[in-house]
């Protein structure tokens, strides 16, 4: 035991503490460890065996020739220089050294890559989506006849670059296409379609072209499509009161049979205009005349077709 009453200096009773607390009896479960404040002589401390790490070798270089490369990248995914037995160089050096290579190279992991899109894996791929497709038909062998069961021509856009999102606002844009003779529409109804639509018709082609962007969603810019498509031929078939008293006086272009030229050529011959040989020669180059107006081109068709309706020699050259 320990005295504690004598008057002992502070250092002589940390000393005796710890002789006492370390020479004290060990328990026969040596479950906690003695408390040493102080390093005892003699004692020494198991050194720690450091742990290795095995390095392996690159897979690249344990590859084979003919290996499935759809096996060892099914998928997208970050670039992986391990991975791909290319020697791919990217990125911005100054002038005179070297391209940085694969490894460690940040370039080439922040942008995607395409590497899961080989043409072995996309034949593999075309191969197992075939037996959810149907046989393209045999009676659709042309391009007329195409375009006479599909007239509507839809267009849209993916994008794939290297930016923080995937998402693109230009793939939201659609465009819609399609011949206005596919919508049989009489003269009336075209005019009036042609109107509306305005410089969205093509008339050397007869294409009318309608882009829709407002909407954030592609799918959200094809249904407005259809809809203006929709509203645009039913307001033209749509006949309104004041239409009805619209007069020849009115009218925005030359019609010849709605004209005095047909009277007269129906008077002149006693038959319906229809039945007049070189009618149709005659009758476009007046409509010709009085839409384009008057120069060398439409004089002379004019006195050709004429002379073609009534019979007469023609001019000699």
Known sequence: MINLSKRLPFR??????????????????????????????????????PRKTPVFAPRTTQMAVDQDWGSVWPGPRTFHPASVPLPVRQGFTEKGAPIPDKYANAELMKIPNFLHLTPPVIKRQCEALKKFCTPWPAALDSAEKIQQHFPLEITSSDYCHSSPSI??????????????????????????????????????????????????L????????????????????????????????????????????????????????????????????????????????????????VRDLLNLPQPIS
Not at 20 to 45: C, I, M, R, W
Not at 167 to 194: C, G, N, Q, W, Y
Not at 263 to 271: M, S
Not at 279 to 294: H, L, P
Request: glycine share 4%.
């Open 218 to 305: 592609r799918k959200q810019n094809l249904d407005y499509a259809m809809y203006l498509l929709t509203a645009l031929y039913h307001e033209s078939k749509k006949v309104e009161p004041w239409e009805e008293l619209k007069s020849e006086a009115d009218m925005e272009t030359y019609i010849w049979e709605n004209n005095v030229s047909k009277q007269a050529v129906e008077k002149i011959f006693g038959v319906a205009a229809e039945q007049v040989p070189n009618i149709k020669q005659y009758s476009q180059a007046v409509t010709d005349y009085m839409n384009e107006g008057e120069n060398d081109y439409t004089i002379s068709k004019y006195g050709l077709s």
């Open 167 to 216: 998402r693109d606002p230009m793939a939201r844009i659609v465009t819609l296409r399609f011949k206005l003779s596919s919508l049989h529409l009489e003269s009336r109804a075209k005019d009036k379609f042609l109107r509306l639509v305005g410089d969205k018709y093509v008339k050397d082609t007869d294409t009318v072209t309608i882009v829709t962007d407002r909407c954030p």
């Open 12 to 49: 002589g009773i940390e000393k005796q503490l710890t002789v006492a607390y370390s020479s004290a009896p060990k328990e026969q479960h040596d479950e906690f460890k003695a408390l040493n404040l102080y390093k005892v002589k003699g004692a020494e401390t198991p050194r720690r065996i």
